[in-house]
């Protein structure tokens, strides 16, 4: 596949730029340095994530497999969805600073699995992978404690009520002080 992008914004995928305010106040605020990205598509949030400044490192989760979700059955959607892994790439080795991206090409309770048996926390963890409630569930189950500093992600809207169910039992069980912006959720561990 020709990789068409001269932009980091150009990249396939959804990253709103309400999401990215809200991460660089959590960024500084927080003195994130390590971030694992759990859902990454083509590569835009890992991209940006990657670029800024405070960053050290961003392991990037996906099985760049894609899954049945309507959203992902968009004609648009769907013709990139095959070459999501290729051009993740692509736009990786375009746009992001070198040697900060690990990719661990496997589903997001492998990674999880590996990452407890080795004891390492991550400062901010992102959800973005599934958007079905049993999957959204076990990711917030897997990475809370796994996480050092801020768990966050993605599509708390109502085209996906999953997430929107699994983040509000998870803010109630774990207890934290769940935070919502726009489409994005956050909790800071205390």
Known sequence: MNFPYKYPEEIPGW?????????????????????????????????????????????????????????LQAEAVKNITPYMKEIFYQAVGMFAPSGKIAVAEMTSQQAADQIRQSGV????????ASHKYEDVAA???AWWPLTGKVLC????????????????????????????????????KP
């Open 15 to 71: 990253f709103p730029h309400g999401n990215q305010k809200v991460l660089q106040e959590l960024i500084a605020q927080r003195d994130v340095r390590h971030v694992v990205e759990v859902g990454v598509y083509c590569g835009r949030a890992t991209v940006w994530f990657a670029s800024q400044p405070r960053i050290r490192a961003v392991l990037a989760v996906d099985t760049f497999r894609g899954n049945d979700e309507p959203y």
């Open 153 to 188: 992600g993605d599509d708390y809207e109502g085209i996906a009520p999953g997430v929107v169910k699994a983040v509000n039992e998870f803010a109630k069980t774990v207890p934290v002080n769940l935070r919502i912006g726009g489409r994005f959720w956050w909790a800071v």
């Open 121 to 128: 926390l991550h400062d901010l963890v992102y959800i973005d």
């Open 139 to 141: 990711d917030l189950a």
